[in-house]
């Protein structure tokens, strides 16, 4: 009789855990929708984030990457690029890109790119499909949102500059040179500056939002992707994915605090830093997983498995759950920040690169 009874708990323990890891697992209402872009496939998924299931694929442009919501959750804009898709550049023995002597990488992709592609789309939440788009300057990669929500702040990739976009106007109203290979882009959270981090020589360019002028600039290991911050913006946070590190940052004085090391075969891409300020999230990129550390004594509290190649992350409105972009194995996971697990993982479109949320729809 015990034998049976141990059986039966052992079936439904297995039933629990199948259940768990599908895409329909129940979890507590959750009143978001996440936004996913799909690099090779043109487009955005888009996934209900009470039961996972996937919702609608918007059909967006060519290599939409950077993706984010407007303040008011009306829109989501997604970063779209004519530039074909490369491999990574050849690094030297300290991980800096090697390029040819008096020529970028950049250079033979400005000629097979299709520029009429470049843009920043605009994605209605309401219809879930593309409105719009508006000029984005050169190969759009990354951007952000001023606090206000009305002007985006791009980094154009192939020309070392970032731009200044009017979302009303849908103008360009400022070209700000930074360093080469320009990626992510951060707004702080008083909203007083924006961060540009380059990928090829590990400049960071600091940008006041009154005038548009570079307050300074400082390096960091080469390869930064991202940008985070502490909720009062004092202190931030800046992956070097070559180098596999994390760098705290001093946003005041612009300077490097701390260098992390983050666990073997670390490759970080995405930072984000929990609501409430107490925790760190890295994506670390071929090493398949998520980094936990403590925002204060940076020590690492966890490292957590997902997907193939997780890139970029996002943080559920609510806190409990993280959602990671996996780019090789084409799907999302979804991860439960409460016992720092895996959870689910739902199917994307080709190759997705960023996650957006979107708060308050049905």
Request: glycine share 10%; charged share 20%.
């Amino acid at each position: 009789m015990q034998i049976g009874i141990a059986k039966c708990r052992g079936s439904q323990w297995l039933a629990a855990a199948l259940i768990a890891l599908s895409p329909s697992a129940p979890q507590a209402a959750a009143n978001y929708q996440i936004y996913v872009s799909n690099e090779r496939s043109g487009d955005v998924t888009v996934i209900n984030g009470s039961d996972n299931q996937v919702l609608a694929t918007i059909v967006a442009g060519k290599r939409p990457r950077g993706i984010h919501a407007s303040p008011d959750g009306k829109v989501v804009y997604v970063a779209l690029s004519g530039t074909p898709i490369e491999p990574p550049p050849q690094l030297d023995a300290q991980g800096n890109p090697i390029f040819q002597r008096g020529k970028d990488d950049d250079d033979d992709d400005n000629a097979k790119s299709d520029k009429s592609a470049d843009a920043i789309g605009i994605l209605d939440v309401a219809q879930r499909k593309l409105t719009g788009k508006i000029p984005g300057g050169s190969d759009p990669e990354e951007f952000s949102l001023s606090k206000d929500g009305t002007r985006l702040y791009v980094s154009n990739e192939d020309v070392k500059t970032a731009s200044v976009i009017n979302i009303v106007s849908k103008k360009v109203e400022h070209i700000i040179p930074v360093g080469q290979e320009p990626e992510g882009v951060a707004t702080a959270p008083d909203g007083s500056r924006f961060y540009v981090t380059c990928e090829a020589g590990g400049d960071v360019y600091a940008v006041e939002t009154h005038g548009y002028t570079v307050v300074g600039h400082f390096k960091v290991n080469v390869r930064p992707r991202s940008m985070g911050f502490l909720p009062d913006g004092g202190i931030g946070f800046i992956p070097s994915e070559s180098t596999g590190e994390l760098n705290v940052i001093d946003t005041l004085n612009l300077k490097v605090l701390k260098v992390i090391t983050l666990p073997q075969r670390s490759r970080p891409m995405s930072v984000k830093v929990a609501s409430d300020g107490k925790r760190i999230y890295v994506s670390n990129g071929r090493a398949g997983t998520i980094s936990v550390l403590d925002s204060r004594s940076y020590e690492l509290l966890n490292t957590i498995s997902v997907g193939t190649r997780p890139w970029g992350i996002a943080l559920s409105p609510d806190g409990k759950r993280l959602y990671s972009a996996n780019g090789p194995s084409n799907d999302v996971s979804v991860v439960d920040l409460a016992s720092n697990k895996e959870i689910a993982r739902v199917k994307a479109g080709n190759s997705p690169w960023g996650v957006a949320i979107v708060s308050g729809t049905p």
